[in-house]
């Protein structure tokens, strides 16, 4: 990465399972000025370019990014929109910087999944018009299907997944910014009520609103801007067909591609000892196993023994989803891996309260699309060790 750049600048608003007293501009525009205040610029001076994270059917508009200018101080200045979860936003936003193009972005991404009254609807509108769609499946039946296949395939049992569920509802009790934090055991989730074999009704992440804004800047006005600045490393995205027939149940090629993106850029060939933390996607249980294996944290097959062992607990040897992951703070649509990159930028700034994970130096934000995709990307953050010391 010739061009380095940091975030150096975050904020947040929402983080709730209904915001009726907000609509989506005004959630933009709080987590919008947070963010400024943060890392001290003027958006109508300072910030040369605007990216906005949003797909036109949550919405209920199209050309969405025709909304977007005026709640995050970007009137009469480039903005686009990204089609896609917030980490493609942040991924574009690098490039901008790198190519020469500006010196300051700001990315936003958010949900107000409270206005959707079809979310099941939509992800069915998603799946393919004539092989899949047509079946009239729910579209958690596909999460079924693939749960049952990465267990069969790799001797994890159901258990190991309640456990993934237990573990990160505990870990969002710490989390200000969680609504689903719960002290469950893993019978209270396999005694949840049933879905879609083996799927049950807590394996899956409830729905919240929420935006997250972040501001990133070369190295040289980063450094006038932050003593703190935190460093994108690497950065990866892939996709996959859509078609279920044609992709492996098992293996999400999508994060294994995209997780050796950003670990080329980035340097990394031992992602267990190089990484500290890891903020991964979990809209289901058993993702949250499938994710670590496909970053390479271990081999297929293994993540269920060491969930066992405690070494993803937030203070185990490689704590996974330290937030509460989406089972704790909820799924936020677009903005889910934004809000995975800012927990990771809150951990290395040592700003994570009683979630803190201690010495925390590099992290690995990942996110995937969710149903019906095979979409996903990773960012890796590292801060310089004097700036932790």
């Known amino acids: 990465m010739e061009r380095r750049v940091a975030v150096v600048g975050v904020g947040w608003s929402g983080f709730a399972p209904q915001t009726a007293d907000l609509s989506y501009k005004e959630l933009m525009f709080e987590a919008a000025t947070r963010a400024y205040e943060d890392a001290g610029v003027d ?4 910030v040369d370019s605007f990216v906005t994270c949003a797909e036109d059917y949550w919405e209920g508009h199209s050309i969405f990014d025709e909304f977007v200018p005026d709640q ?5 200045k480039p903005t686009c929109t990204v089609s896609g979860d917030g980490l493609y936003g942040l991924a574009m936003a690098v490039m901008q910087i790198q190519a020469g193009l500006f010196d300051v972005v700001a990315v936003e991404a ?9 979310y099941e609807g939509l992800l069915r509108f998603a799946m393919d018009p004539i092989f899949t769609r047509p079946l009239g499946w729910h ?25 993934v569920v237990a573990k990160n509802k505990r870990n969002a009790l710490a989390n200000p910014l969680a609504s689903y934090g719960a002290a469950l055991t893993a019978d209270d989730v396999l005694a949840s ?7 049950k009704e807590l394996d899956v992440a409830p729905l919240v609103d929420g935006c997250v804004v972040m501001v990133l800047a070369a190295e040289e006005v980063a450094r006038k801007l932050t003593d703190t ?41 031992s992602p267990a000892n190089e990484i500290d933390l890891f903020e991964i996607d979990d809209k289901f249980s058993y993702k949250e196993l499938q994710h670590v294996e496909a ?10 023994r060491l969930l066992e062992e405690g070494v993803f607990e937030r203070d185990g040897d490689l704590p996974v989803n330290p937030s509460g992951g989406c089972l704790g703070v909820g799924n936020l649509l677009e903005a889910t891996g934004l809000h995975k990159a800012l927990e990771v930028v809150l951990q290395l700034r040592g700003e994570a309260g009683r979630r803190q994970v201690p010495d925390a130096e590099v992290g690995l934000a990942q996110a995937w699309r969710g149903l019906p995709t095979a979409s996903g990307a990773v960012v890796i953050f590292g801060v310089e060790k004097e700036v932790r010391a």
């Open 43 to 46: 958006p109508r001076r300072d």
């Open 72 to 76: 995050l101080g970007a009137v009469m």
């Open 110 to 118: 958010h949900s107000k999944a409270s206005d959707i009254l079809t």
């Open 139 to 163: 579209p958690y039946a596909l999460a079924g299907l693939e749960m049952a296949r990465y267990l069969y395939d790799t001797g994890a049992l159901e258990e190991h997944c309640a456990m």
């Open 193 to 199: 009520k049933p879905l879609f074999e083996p799927l």
């Open 229 to 269: 600045p935190v460093w994108v490393l690497g950065m990866g995205w892939a996709s996959e067909t859509i078609t279920p027939e044609a992709r492996d149940w098992c293996r999400p090629i999508y994060a294994e591609l995209a997780a050796g993106m950003a670990y080329d850029m980035a340097g990394i060939t």
């Open 295 to 304: 970053l390479g944290v271990c081999a297929y097959g293994e993540a269920a």
